[in-house]
């Protein structure tokens, strides 16, 4: 076979260049479509006085989405984590954000439960999940929070994703079911709908489980959840942006040179 010559060899890797620099352009474009999906500064803080969003994608586009939606009687957020990350969770996360869309913006009787069941239904059919093996196995876990304007309780269903909520320093789980949004189990239940009383001055936290499954550099093993619940309670005490800050930080400090295995997502605000 002939040796491609020097000057061949350079053009050889002058497209190869090319190829990479259009592939990460066609991934910074994504980006900005996924980004344009997620709710702006602007919007949250008409929602929310005081909240943070840490949000750090593991590749340039994300497999994490974090969501809010408000009519004149109830204000939903929530946090969702798609199967893998970079392209094909970007794909399942604009699924996932395209249907609380629906959802919400249907005539139905809204229970944080009933959002997550229809949300089942939609990710489903769309993704034609029979059961069957040669199924796909694509599917969202996300933490979900409606809050009545008018009683100011709490509603809450989880698919995998808890909420925590510190009030006065004291930390509370509130636990999700053991299911996602996506493939139906062996057998299929209804999501569980827990009501919350809320008080002035409670913070409530929902997460991906990217930071908590983060392997630390000195450790070489996984910061884990109930050391990221530690953290949660340490820096509770401090104002919202302070505690992004912070919490940001601690995970970089963690990670060290160790690469970033999952995107994270943690949406904290405080009523």
Known sequence: ?????AGHADLLSRAGFQAM???LASLRYA???QYALLPDKDFLDSLLKDYFVLFLPRDIVSGDFYYAFCNREIMCIAAGDCTGHGVPGALMSILGISFLNEVLQSKINMKANRILNLM?????KALHQTGEKS???DSIDIGLCLLDCNSRKIQFAGANRPLVRIRDGELTEFKPDLMTIGLAPLRENAFTNVTIETKPGDIYYLYS???SDQFGEQTNKKLKHRNFK???ESVSHMPMADQKDHLEKSFMEW???EPQVDDVLVFGFKL
């Open 31 to 33: 980006g900005m479509i």
């Open 21 to 23: 620099d259009d592939h």
């Open 230 to 232: 530690r953290l949660l």
């Open 135 to 137: 199924s796909t196995k």
């Open 120 to 124: 089942r239904e939609k990710v489903m």
């Open 255 to 257: 990670k060290g040179r």
């Open 209 to 211: 489980d990217g930071f």
């Open 1 to 5: 076979m002939k040796e491609p010559n």
